[in-house]
């Protein structure tokens, strides 16, 4: 199914409707495929131990949808009528959600200027819709470590430009960059900041933490150059909750490399909603490459993506109260 409701100027949204998943008629001048004014939210509903179905911080989601907005000069969604959308599409699509321990059905929230409008300016109508996926787990086989390529070509995101907001277009300007990882034999691209190309922003999907040898973990601060993840946002809780100290601040890539030799630091991990938290072995860049550690997973990563997979799966306390039921 999808679920579609809509927006012009002096209306406000209208007509929500839960319908069989269909193409979306567009004209040819539609202001999004020109103008790229578009903004997306991704988040799972899987199933718990007593058969309910359930999200992970969907208001998180709704919050930085909010956010993305904002900086794209689109009209706010209310927080209500988003919620709403996943509880339907969840209700009405349920028999799509996988019943393995992993498995989940992914949401992608999104909208974007329909109008029908060649001129540069906000639109004045857009569509929000919401369509659904089954997913598999990320990892089949159990959890293994990715290299990274830090790209000397390519920014994600520049000081005032869109890097915080979640919107199409950051993603079509990071596909080269990803290809230039692949191409040099990395899994997944790591950007640098646009300013002196020398601090760690992100990957092209995940926020990235480093373990220091004192069990400090420190991660990119949200300078508005980086996502802010959710997942981001709930390790630096639950690290901190754990007793781990937690520094937000900028990590350069020679920190990193020195530290990674000097056992200064012992584990580094991107983490996103699609594969929770991933160890991050090998890292290459154009004048150098070293591993973390043994290139393995460390102690640290594993016992904070064991804990966070066990709250959002209902197998362990939910002491932030993120677990949000919906069946
Ligand atoms: N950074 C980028 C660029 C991303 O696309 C994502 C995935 N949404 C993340 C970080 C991680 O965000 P979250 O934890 O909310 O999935």
């Known amino acids: ?30 202001a999004v495929l020109h103008y790229a004014q578009e903004i997306f939210e991704g988040l799972k509903a899987y199933t718990l131990p007593d058969s309910g179905v359930a999200m992970f911080r969907p208001d998180a989601n709704a919050a930085r949808f909010a956010e993305s907005a904002q900086r794209m000069a689109m009209p706010q969604l ?31 929230p999104f909208a974007y200027a329909s109008e029908v409008f060649l001129g540069v300016r906000p639109a004045m109508e857009y569509l929000y819709l919401v369509i659904a ?20 070509d390519y920014t994600r995101a520049a000081p005032g430009g869109t890097g915080a907001a979640k919107c199409g277009g950051n993603y079509a300007a990071g596909l ?9 034999g990395c899994d997944q691209v790591v950007y640098l900041d646009a300013v002196e190309r020398k601090y760690i922003d992100e990957l092209g999907g995940m926020n990235v933490f480093f373990v220091l040898d004192d069990g400090t973990l420190v991660t990119p601060p949200l300078t508005g150059t980086i996502l802010p993840g959710i997942t981001r946002d709930s390790v630096i809780k639950l690290a901190g909750r754990a007793g781990h100290k937690v520094e937000e601040r ?7 490399r020195t530290g990674a030799a000097s056992g200064k630091i012992r584990e580094a ?16 860049s154009a004048d150098s490459q070293f591993t ?24 362990a306390e939910d002491p932030f109260g993120w677990v949000h039921r919906v069946i």
């Open 250 to 256: 900028p990590v350069s890539l020679e920190e990193w």
């Open 133 to 152: 996926s089954p997913v598999g787990p990320y990892f089949s086989g159990g959890v293994k470590p990715v290299s990274v390529w830090v790209t000397p």
């Open 1 to 30: 199914h999808m679920v579609t409701v809509r927006y012009a100027d002096g209306k406000g949204w209208y007509e929500p409707r839960v319908e069989a998943r269909a193409p979306i008629p567009m004209d040819p001048a539609a």
């Open 78 to 108: 209310p927080v209500e009528t988003f919620l709403r959308s996943l509880h339907e599409i969840i209700k009405i699509d349920r028999q799509w959600i996988p019943q393995s321990d992993e498995g989940s059905l992914y949401l992608r």
């Open 269 to 284: 991990f991107a983490c996103g909603t699609a594969a929770v938290i991933t160890p991050i072995g090998t890292v290459k």
């Open 292 to 315: 973390v550690a043994d290139g393995g997973t460390g102690e640290v990563t594993a016992a904070l993506r064991k804990q966070l997979v066990d709250i959002q799966r209902g197998r």
């Open 176 to 184: 080269s960059a990803q290809a230039e990882a692949i191409e040099n």
